[in-house]
């Protein structure tokens, strides 16, 4: 996410809702093929297989358990999903908040899971102390699967990845389970994560190369571009795609542009200038739509803000025709005070408006 000195520029296209019971770290994973890699571990105290290095019999097995998670999910059985997770997680929450996180989750998955091979990493912890367990290639920037995970001597870690298809969005349900002990010990669900990956069958891949059409006088539809590449290339809190670093990349050389920040951040509408304090792209059930946020001078619930809104709106079709390929309409919502003063439930001149010519 791009910063600016004074103005603060975010983008929250997620699409996902998790909680964790554990410590994880950010990871990237290559895309697409679930072959073994080489991985990595301190040696005695953990190692990670993802891929044919997994048997077939622990495969099967956690493609199963992903089945019933997803079911369960679905099916609004939050009971049974409570009975699955991990001990520690009855004392960090309520049932009755687990419940409602679950709900959310279920939300934003699609109505059924894809009949392809699922994505897994399987960590061994065996250390006498707290271990690191990573697949693939120290460098996160490497083409390789990457995961990390951080537990006990005795405990298994997986990670099994999902995609899950609910036009216009496929969305990857990650889920992490663990054990402890051997023989009959189960697998007990740790974490559940859900964002989109594509759009109308769109990857990152797809907004990247869209992305590399915006000019310098074309900043802001460079940035939103990049910034739904990026939340796409993300599929999960530890793990992630190769591309989010490359991505990430494209997005700090734009806004270390002097120039493309000021297409960014200073608008002049009806001959005032305009201070942009957030540019975020968030979806709907149906697509996605960008959110401007604006400083106003003008009283909220006045006509006058109301017709500044409306201009900001205007403002940005006329600029940005090109947006109206990748958005229906945008959130337009103007704010008395700066970002770092503004408190959840701020008061706003909120409209929505259409890309569509009028």
């Not at 005032?272 to 792209?281: A, D, F, K």
Request: charged share 25%.
């Amino acid at each position: 996410m791009p910063h600016i000195p004074s103005q603060r520029l975010a983008l929250a296209l997620i699409i996902s809702s998790f909680f964790v019971f554990f410590s994880v770290a950010a990871a990237a994973t290559a895309h697409g093929e679930d072959t073994g890699i080489k991985t990595r571990g301190r040696p005695g105290d953990a190692i990670c297989r993802t891929g044919k290095e997994i048997p077939s019999t622990l495969r099967k097995e956690l493609r199963k358990l992903s089945d019933q998670t997803f079911g369960l999910l679905k099916s609004g059985d939050t009971d049974a999903l409570w009975k699955m997770a991990a001990p520690n997680a009855h004392d960090q929450m309520s049932k009755e908040v687990f419940a409602a996180d679950m709900k959310t989750v279920a939300e934003r998955i699609g109505t059924r899971v894809e009949d392809a091979p699922a994505k897994i990493y399987a960590m061994t912890f065996d250390g006498e102390y707290d271990s690191l367990a990573l697949c693939g290639a120290e460098d996160p920037k490497s083409n390789a699967h990457r995961a990390i995970a951080v537990a006990s001597k005795g405990e298994d870690v997986v990670y099994v990845l999902r995609n899950t298809v609910q036009p216009p969005f496929t969305r990857v349900l990650a889920l992490a389970y663990r054990k402890v002990g051997t023989g009959e010990a189960t697998w007990r669900l740790s974490s559940v994560h859900a964002s989109a990956v594509a759009f109308h069958g769109k990857t990152h891949e797809h907004y990247l190369k869209e992305a590399e059409q915006f000019g310098h006088n074309k900043a802001l539809a460079r940035l939103l571009v990049l910034e739904i590449a990026l939340a796409f290339s993300k599929q999960a809190p530890y793990v992630s795609n190769r591309a989010s670093y490359e991505i990430g990349d494209a997005l700090k050389n734009l806004m270390l542009d002097a120039g493309a920040v000021r297409h960014i951040t200073r608008w002049r509408i009806d001959g005032e200038e305009l201070p942009i304090l957030q540019v975020t792209v968030v979806t709907t059930r149906t697509g996605l739509r960008p959110q401007i946020l604006y400083l106003t001078e003008h009283a909220l619930d006045s006509e006058k803000a109301a017709k500044q809104a409306r201009a900001v709106g205007e403002y940005v079709r006329s600029t940005y025709p090109q947006l109206g390929e990748y958005f229906g309409d945008m959130v337009i919502e103007g704010v008395a005070k700066p970002l770092e003063e503004l408190k959840p439930g701020f008061p706003s001149q909120r409209i929505i408006a259409s890309f569509k010519s009028k």
